[in-house]
């Protein structure tokens, strides 16, 4: 693999440093499925997935981020559409290490966690 | 000098087919026993660079780098990387790296809190998902 060693990248008009697009990328992915027998469908930088119950799952990182503070995104889908939108949300910040963050996923009608069928998360910062 | 474990997952991912793992491995945490059996699930991704080998670093890198304060820096990314490993090997150096030590090295009580069993015996019926335990 050959590595481009530029301090900017440009188009002509805008010029962007290379820090902030490594510093936007995510770091980490994941998009599984929380119903049935739970299973990764594709990912990077992952090495695992807990399953910690109904709606509750916690991303293992292989290489882990810089420190705890680091942002995650999440989204999730709703497998049966009348019984509401779901709503993916991390867990207790307490559970969210260098190493691995927590979902959980809440349907939004009843309040409840949920199984959904396609969980996506994904993480962005410093990795270590 | 070696490249950070980021870059190398980057490369495999490019390179290697994905393999959905045969095994699943059950745990209960002792620190909350009022919680529901955990499933831990390999990562495809993960899989194939543990069995193709010369990506992943040593386990015993992720257990020093346990004890590295935040923002410190830590040893496992820019570790040397190991050799390919069986399915079997790839499992128990998960069980090293994503479960507690209190669940796998710690535990000294009665009850059988981990287990690695064939994807078929976790249950894909999860009405009952809150209620499950390890058989005894």
Not at chain 1, 90 to 104: E, P, Q
Not at chain 2, 77 to 82: A, L, N, Q, R, V
């Amino acid at each position: 693999m050959s590595t481009l060693n530029v301090s900017n990248i440009t188009d002509g008009t805008d010029t962007v440093g290379t820090g902030y697009v490594l510093n936007g990328s995510d770091k980490a992915w994941i998009n599984f499925n929380g119903t049935g027998t739970v299973a990764i469908r594709e990912s990077l930088n992952m090495s695992s997935l807990t399953d910690a119950g109904v709606g509750v799952y916690y991303n293992n990182l292989t290489s882990n981020m810089l420190t705890a503070n680091y942002c995650t995104v999440m989204s999730a889908s709703d497998a049966y559409p009348d019984i509401g939108n779901c709503i993916a949300l991390l867990t207790d910040a307490g559970a969210m290490t260098t190493a691995r963050f927590g979902i959980v996923n809440i349907n939004e009608t009843t309040g409840s966690y949920f199984d959904s069928s396609r969980i996506c998360t994904s993480a962005k910062g410093d990795l270590a | 000098m070696t490249k950070h474990l980021w870059e190398r997952l980057l490369e495999a991912k490019s390179r290697l087919e994905p393999v959905q793992s045969k095994y699943r491995v059950l745990f209960e945490d002792p620190a909350t026993p009022d919680e529901p059996a955990k499933v831990l699930v390999p990562d495809p991704n993960w899989m194939a660079a543990a069995l193709a080998g010369d990506i992943l670093p040593p386990i015993d890198t992720y257990q020093r780098d346990r004890l590295v304060p935040d923002g410190e820096p830590k040893e496992h990314p820019y570790s040397e990387p190991i050799g390919a490993m069986t399915e079997e090997e790839a499992i128990e150096y998960l069980v090293m790296k994503d479960i507690d030590p209190a669940v796998w090295r710690d535990y000294k009580g009665n009850r059988t809190i981990m287990k690695i069993v064939p994807v078929e015996m976790i249950p894909s019926d999860r009405s009952f998902r809150n209620a499950w335990r390890i058989a005894q």
